[in-house]
């Protein structure tokens, strides 16, 4: 079965600094990527995702990057702001779109 | 607004005494799917339903059943909770047709005493 790998678990950051999440998987059937961002108490909320024809896609400050042949996909948020602190969890879907197996998690706390 | 309805918000039961959690959803998705969440961690997928069709997880103890008995409507019931059970169940939507995100509602955040 598909297994997603999640770095780092904890990432600080200054306020206006960048920060990048990176994440692999093991199955090359995965072929969607979504990315969850979840306030403490709160439900994980989709922030951005990326279909694996496509390498990068934007979304104001945020950003996701997919490297098909490494199996890589990376969270890329500049201009980082005290609300961008949260848990990042990454997760990977097949193509027949019910399974998602996520990542661990990364804390994120953007220090003001 | 179309969205994933779950209640309640903050559930406590007694040790060994059955619960029942129930998810309701107005975007007419497909598949839906119940999670368990501690602390943080990632969430830990328990079951999923496509349309009536029912998928069990390999590792989700017996003590855990859920019934779909329409399109909007899922429950999870938890037969004999236990200490261990305590945590924050999300009930998740998806179409299940590929390139589809899951729609999380709110959560129900059980304790078990």
């Known amino acids: 079965g598909e297994n997603v790998e999640q770095h780092p678990s904890t990432l600080s950051v200054q306020e206006g600094d960048s920060a990048v999440i990176k994440c692999t998987y093991s199955d090359s059937a995965s072929n969607y990527f979504p990315w969850y961002k979840q306030e403490l108490g709160k439900r994980p909320q989709l922030i951005i995702d990326i279909r694996s024809n496509v390498g990068e896609k934007k979304d104001q400050r945020i950003a996701v990057t997919l490297n098909k042949t490494a199996k890589h996909f990376s969270l890329h948020i500049t201009e980082t702001q005290p609300e961008d602190s949260a848990v990042y969890f990454c997760?990977?879907?097949?193509?027949?779109?019910?399974?998602?197996?996520f990542g661990p998690g990364t804390r994120l706390s953007v220090l003001p | 607004d179309a969205m994933v309805i779950q209640n309640p918000r903050y559930q406590v039961t007694q040790f060994g005494k059955p619960v029942t959690l129930s998810c309701s959803q107005t975007l007419n998705h497909n598949v839906m799917y119940w999670y368990q969440q501690k602390s943080s961690q990632a969430p830990k997928l328990l079951f999923h339903y496509y349309d009536k069709d029912f998928n069990n997880e390999a590792d989700t103890p017996d003590n855990f059943q859920s019934r779909r008995p329409n399109t909007s409507f899922c429950f999870l019931d938890i037969r004999s909770p236990g200490l261990g059970d305590a945590a924050m169940y999300l009930c998740?939507?998806?179409?299940?047709?590929?390139?589809?995100?899951?729609?999380f509602g709110n959560g129900t955040r059980l304790t078990v005493t």
């Open positions: 997760a990977a879907s097949s193509a027949y779109g019910q399974n998602f197996v």
């Open positions: 998740a939507t998806s179409t299940g047709t590929g390139y589809s995100p899951l729609h």
